[in-house]
């Protein structure tokens, strides 16, 4: 029994929404360089060269005489959207026994997994984006682990103050793996704020206020590192001895912003569902796709803490 009768990739409308409706909170990669739609696959884009409009240049304007001006230099940069995508066989003999509706299900499902494993390499590349990239790095006062020497409010407050003094002043996140999070809330420097030395539960608001930033973005996603056939290994994709403060917005270039995950409108959206027939061997297909590439559209907007 077939879903799925013809032979060639079609877009699946009920698919699709339903893999589109999965919260997938666990990956932050959309969160750090939002997604924006482009026009074409591949092209250049301009960035103003460093901070270049922040003098005091606006002057009274006598009668007759032309309004006070600047002017700035402008670089470009290259993009190309690349398609990555993912394919699940749904053999007949596996389904023999199932109703239509069963079918969808499975199908709906197997969608699911295939969105998370995009969603996975859509993270390894920000995380190798936000480290390949030319942010001005700091080492931090010490380790996170040595909790009586280690300084993260003065350390990221430090981060925020260099990047006000870059012209960067929207959209302050701190940017931390999982454990290394923990490390940092469990500090005496951040314990001596709640309770004295006593044991803190701090929602991220909390923290974010303390630091002096709009938000925390905690990764804490995994993926397995062996090869197909091997025993599984879960490794962690951020960076367990550094973090990022970074400045992180959406929408156009103009909004500022460290990055943005460009996806090229004539090839979809984030996710496109589509399924398809074939008889070698006899199955039906899902498989879900996008077209995508990870920028950083300024460096001057992120500070990498080392050596934490």
């Given amino acids: 029994m077939s879903v ?8 699946n409308p009920i698919i699709n929404e339903a893999v589109n409706e999965v919260d997938r909170q666990e990956f932050v990669g959309t969160r750090i360089l ?4 482009t026009d074409t696959q591949s092209g250049k884009y301009v960035l103003i060269k460093g901070n270049q409009f922040e003098n005091d240049i606006s002057k009274p304007r006598a009668a ?21 995508g993912v394919e699940n066989m749904l053999d007949d003999l596996d389904i023999a026994n ?13 969608a699911n997994q295939l969105a998370d494993d995009l969603m996975i390499g859509h993270e390894l590349r920000v995380a190798s984006a936000l480290s390949g990239a030319s942010f001005n790095g700091t080492a931090a006062t010490a380790v996170m682990s040595n909790a009586s020497t280690a300084k993260p409010i003065n350390d990221i407050q430090n981060a925020v103050m260099r990047l006000n003094a870059n012209g960067i002043w929207r959209g302050m996140h701190l940017v931390i793996e999982a454990s290394l999070y923990q490390e940092m809330v469990q500090t005496d420097d951040m314990r001596s704020l709640i309770n004295g030395s006593g044991t803190m ?19 804490n996603t995994r993926y397995n590192s062996a090869s197909k056939g091997q025993s599984r290994s879960s490794t962690k994709i951020w960076p367990t001895a550094s973090y990022y403060v970074a400045s992180l917005a959406n929408g156009p270039f103009s909004s500022g912003g460290v990055g943005r995950t460009l996806a090229y409108n004539a090839r979809g959206g984030q996710f496109v569902s589509e399924t398809y027939r074939t008889e070698q061997p006899p199955a039906s297909v899902v498989r879900v796709r996008n077209c995508v590439d990870e920028i950083i559209i300024n460096a001057n907007a992120g500070e990498k803490i080392t050596g934490a």
């Avoid at 799925?4 to 877009?11: E, V």
């Avoid at 007759?64 to 990555?84: D, I, K, L, P």
């Avoid at 199932?98 to 197997?110: F, K, S």
């Fill in 4 to 11: 799925f009768a013809s032979s060639s990739a079609t877009f």
């Fill in 98 to 110: 199932a109703q239509t509706d069963a079918l969808l299900d499975i199908a709906t499902v197997a």
């Fill in 34 to 37: 939002p997604v924006q739609g």
């Fill in 201 to 219: 539960f701090w929602s991220t608001d909390q923290v974010a206020k303390v630091l002096g930033v709009d938000d925390v973005i905690i990764c």
């Fill in 64 to 84: 007759g005489a032309n309004f006070a001006s600047t002017s700035g230099e402008f670089e470009s940069a290259s993009f190309e959207c690349v398609e990555y």
